[in-house]
């Protein structure tokens, strides 16, 4: 099992679904996180400390990242998990829920990922993972501002990943298939079984499918592994 005994690990969308599932983990595992969310948390756990932010506030995210310097916390692990989903035909969909999943799902993780690489500087070291999704390649209708966010997450980490190596820093990506939460209960279930049957692995992705890739990007000894996207259920 993975330790992350004197990592500190910031998670987007900490408080449910993939988020608390991935916070649940690096606190097992002996890792000090914070978990920034919209809301608030119903966590109890010595090591957890909860942020409320809105991450679709780019001013909100300065403002966590400047307390964390005054505070001279580190960052040594950031998961950007934070998402929201709207599905609907392009035709269809409001200006504003379009726009809602851009500031979400890219512009918070772009931002979330400049400031902590801020703080890896210092250390000259660090973790960046991207929670994507199976969308990305496989461009269900109806999902079109959504799937175009997470295949641009795959371009920033693969940016950033040139622009941080300098400072041991690496980006990575985790394309996920369908998972039991709260986003995906407010789908048609017959549409997304339609989708994992499609599958060469044709299942619902489980914790663990997830948590495993998760300490692999994570691990000290992935150092050399970074600008990779890896899709879960033999997406290609």
Request: net charge neutral; charged share 20%; glycine share 6%.
């Amino acid at each position: 099992m993975a330790d992350y005994s004197g990592r500190v690990v910031l998670v987007t969308g900490s408080s449910r679904g993939v988020g608390r599932l991935i916070t649940d983990h690096f606190l097992g595992a002996g890792a000090q996180v914070i978990g920034v969310a919209r809301g608030a948390s119903d966590l109890q756990h010595q090591n957890y400390r909860h942020r409320q932010v809105d991450v679709s506030d780019a001013t909100a995210i300065q403002a966590l990242f400047v307390s964390l310097r005054v505070e001279g916390t580190a960052v040594d692990i950031v998961v950007n998990n934070s998402a929201v989903l709207t599905s609907q035909y392009a035709m269809i969909m409001p200006a504003s829920a379009a726009k809602s999943m851009v500031d979400v799902n890219l512009m918070a993780p772009f931002l979330v990922s400049r400031e902590a690489a801020k703080l890896m500087r210092k250390s000259k070291w660090g973790r960046i993972i991207n929670i994507g999704s199976m969308a990305a390649r496989l461009e269900p209708e109806g999902d079109s501002m959504y799937a175009a966010c997470k295949a641009a997450l795959t371009v920033l980490a693969g940016v950033m990943a040139k622009e941080f190596a300098s400072i041991n820093v690496t980006c990575n990506t985790l394309a996920i298939t369908a998972i039991e939460t709260d986003m995906l209960r407010q789908l048609p279930r017959d549409k997304i079984d339609a989708v994992i049957a499609r599958l060469p692995i044709p299942r619902y992705a489980t914790p663990d499918d997830i948590l495993n890739v998760i300490d692999f990007f994570a691990s000290e000894r992935s150092s050399y592994i970074t600008a990779q996207t890896v899709f879960l259920g033999g997406v290609h």
